[in-house]
């Protein structure tokens, strides 16, 4: 394997390089969206129209690396659900029953899955007589506290130019870790994370639950490209939500073609039954961010409706992109001449002595060539900054797509050189050093404790809020609250300030 460098000839590599990056993850700009919590796009989040309001079925992120600590493996690990707000509550966050959950592995470069792993889901409820996601506090994930759980099955289909060879249960029944509510009704959530992360024949772990989203960026993006002058820099957006995962580690082995071809194709869908009961494909992710900055609005739904092996209808979508054209009204900054034939190498095929397969039909999928080893000291830039265990080749969860691109359309790649980026650099919470690798979810009772004006619902609670088993006239009333959780303390306290307002005569 010829590594890439940053000088010379192999600078002139790099710069092809990330123009595919360019055009695989782009900058996540497209115009003058208006931003508000709740209502932005990253990465993938909120990409398409149709798919914005399903987000039980939206792709968010995909990530495909050599396992740093196990590198006779491959860890993919796909996102859901995004912009999970972590007190979300009555109703967390769950995969949904009506839909198949798919990774696409294509091993020979044909654009056509060989291997797809088919996670689907049921939802269990042990008493619908609550409104409680938790009825106590969860000390374990089979917790009889624990109202509202998951469960999943994988099925591992086996293809061949499209048509069915085989199709094998690898995993049944396996438990789902659940939303992380909060301290007082999960305070272990690690516990409950590692319960969650199964072993399976053949030498595959799985995990399925919720985690902190990865992706880290600044999507004050979306204001004219941070400002118009790159002023709006610096906040991590995405600080603080969570989405859904499925995280898979195989062996190498078990989805390269051989050792001689390592490179794999890996891209993730999910379907939903429409209303005659078929199967509906109806979200598609490969490489980051390109339903939003590569896509123009008439082709989003389109694109994840589809699948790789018809790309071809797409092409102009990178040989004559939107966004140089963005940064050139914005910033000043001359855009390449078109037609970008240098995108369609990298973009649609992977990168020529690295991560292109022999043979390759044009296609956007995630590349990753399996021989390469895990980089000792990973560089947030990747391939860029001489790290081929990074992206493009595959995407670590500490990849930074965004700065790789923000520096591309400065002008990398006409000789100027610069460190732009978004100034967030890594994520806010730090990843583990095993499988599933994520973060863990941040809590629903995050952050300090709301202050009052002296009317607070601690205050109102007064003598209330003492331990079980204490002495006092409200004991009754605590151990009540602790055996609901968190819910139990909302409920008197709303039930507090109704009485509050019924003896001063007010009927509402």
């Known amino acids: 394997m010829t590594p890439i460098s940053r000088s010379g000839a192999g600078r002139r590599s790099i710069a092809t390089l990330i123009c595919g990056a360019l055009a695989a993850g782009g900058l996540a700009a497209a115009g003058v969206t208006a931003l508000v919590p709740g209502a932005a796009s990253a990465s993938s989040h909120r990409e398409a129209p149709l798919i914005s309001g399903q987000p039980q079925y939206d792709n968010t992120d995909l990530y495909a690396f050599v396992s740093p600590d196990k590198p006779d493996t491959t860890t993919v690990i796909a996102n859901f659900v995004p912009f999970e707000e972590p007190a979300g509550g009555p109703n967390f966050y769950t995969f949904a029953d009506d839909a198949q959950y798919d990774i696409h592995v294509d091993n020979n470069g044909d654009a056509q899955s060989e291997l797809i792993f088919r996670y689907t889901f049921k939802t269990h409820v042990k008493n619908k007589n609550t409104f409680l996601y938790n009825t106590g506090p969860v000390d374990s994930i089979d917790d009889p506290d624990l109202n509202v759980t998951q469960t999943y099955d994988i099925d591992l289909v086996k293809l061949h130019k499209q048509k069915l060879v085989s199709k094998t249960k690898i995993a049944d029944n396996v438990p789902v870790a659940p939303s992380n509510v909060g301290k007082a009704s999960m305070p272990d959530y690690g516990k409950l994370r590692n319960q969650a992360v199964y072993k399976l024949t ?123 054209k963005l940064i050139e009204a914005i910033y000043k900054i001359k855009a390449p001449a078109e037609p970008r034939n240098d995108l369609v190498d990298v973009f649609l095929k992977g990168v020529k002595g690295l991560n292109q397969p022999p043979n390759v039909r044009p296609s956007e999928e995630l590349r990753l060539n399996t021989s390469i080893k895990p980089a000792a000291s990973p560089k947030r830039l990747g391939v860029l900054d001489g790290d081929n265990a990074g992206f493009p080749n595959g995407r670590r969860l500490t990849d930074d797509v965004i700065d790789e691109a923000l520096q591309v359309v400065e002008g990398e790649l006409v000789g100027s050189k610069n460190d732009l980026g978004d100034a967030v650099d890594a994520n806010d919470q730090k990843f583990e050093h095993s499988f599933p690798y994520l973060a863990q979810p941040t809590s629903g009772s995050r952050g300090p404790v709301a202050k009052g004006t002296g009317n607070n619902v601690r205050n109102q609670l007064g003598d209330g809020l003492m331990p079980t088993g204490a002495s006092g006239p409200d004991t009754t009333l605590v151990a009540s609250s602790a055996a609901a959780g968190a819910a139990g303390v909302l409920l008197v306290g709303t039930a507090l300030m109704w009485w509050r307002r019924r003896s001063r005569g007010r009927a509402y």
Do not use: C, M
Not at 215 to 238: H, K, P
Not at 245 to 268: C, F, M
Not at 271 to 282: E, L, Y
């Open 202 to 324: 053949g030498g595959a772990t799985t995990f399925a639950g919720q985690a902190d989203d990865p992706f880290f960026a600044d999507l004050r993006v979306f204001d004219l490209l941070y400002g118009g002058n790159l002023s709006e820099v610096g906040n991590d957006t995405l600080k603080g939500y969570n989405v859904n995962s499925l995280a898979l580690q195989v062996p190498n082995d078990y989805i390269r073609e051989s050792a001689h071809q390592p490179v794999v194709g890996i891209w993730s869908t999910v379907q939903r039954k429409d209303a005659k009961g078929d199967w509906s494909q109806v979200s598609r992710l490969g490489n980051p961010l390109v339903n939003e900055v590569v896509n123009p609005q008439k082709d989003k739904d389109k694109f994840n409706a589809s699948s790789p092996w018809d790309d071809a209808q797409f092409l102009k979508n990178v040989t004559n992109p939107e966004l140089p």
